[in-house]
């Protein structure tokens, strides 16, 4: 008979994520905004005329990914995207007057959804919640790049006995 185990703290941290996203996601299609176009028209309003590729390392995603919601966004009126001043073969996103106006409603749908995950957590719980999360996000950022790190080492060793 196999015992009976509680969740581990990563099986609950990744369904709460899915929750969390699933819950925002609803919120945001509610504004015409499908899942990931409102980490990109964030980070365009943090700073606007980013290439794409500096986009998709920014959010973690491929460039393909990044250059269909980039499109996406553009059909939609959003951004709009323009050549380089100084490299005609780069190109630049910008949010429209619609997409800054849109902002708003991404960070109220952002703000109510965190609201309602934070739920019967007081003041004191809420801020102890947010240092842990920070705790984790260090741990594990500082794992992945030992990790990037550690296949970087990998690599080169590889060239080197190829030499």
Same mark, same amino acid.
């Given at each position: 008979?196999?015992?009976d185990r509680k969740p581990l703290i990563l099986h609950r941290l990744q369904s709460t994520a899915r929750l969390t996203r699933t819950a925002l996601a609803m919120r945001?299609?509610?504004? @015409?905004?499908?899942?990931?176009?409102?980490?990109?028209?964030?980070?365009?309003?943090?700073?606007? @005329?980013?290439?794409?590729? !500096?986009?998709?390392? =920014?959010? @973690?995603?491929?460039?393909?990914? !990044?250059?269909?919601?980039?499109?996406?966004?553009?059909?939609q009126g959003f951004v709009k995207k323009q050549g380089s001043t100084t490299d005609q073969r780069q190109a630049h996103i910008f949010l429209t007057e619609t997409g800054?106006?849109? !902002?708003?409603?991404?960070?109220?749908?952002?703000?109510?959804?965190?609201?309602?995950?934070?739920? @019967?957590?007081?003041?004191?719980?809420?801020?102890?919640?947010?240092?842990?999360?920070?705790?984790?996000?260090?741990?594990?950022?500082?794992?992945?790049?030992? =990790?990037?790190?550690?296949?970087?080492?990998?690599?080169?060793?590889?060239?080197?006995?190829?030499?």
């Open positions: 008979m196999v015992k945001l299609l509610g504004h @015409g905004f499908y899942a990931g176009q409102d980490a990109v028209m964030l980070q365009l309003a943090h700073e606007d @005329g980013l290439s794409p590729s !500096i986009l998709a390392k =920014r959010l @973690g995603v491929r460039p393909p990914t !990044i250059t269909k919601t980039i499109s996406r966004l553009q059909t800054n106006e849109a !902002i708003k409603a991404i960070e109220k749908s952002i703000r109510k959804t965190e609201k309602d995950a934070m739920k @019967g957590f007081d003041k004191k719980e809420r801020k102890a919640f947010v240092k842990m999360l920070s705790r984790l996000e260090v741990n594990l950022s500082t794992a992945e790049h030992l =990790r990037q790190t550690a296949a970087e080492e990998d690599h080169d060793d590889e060239d080197a006995d190829e030499e």
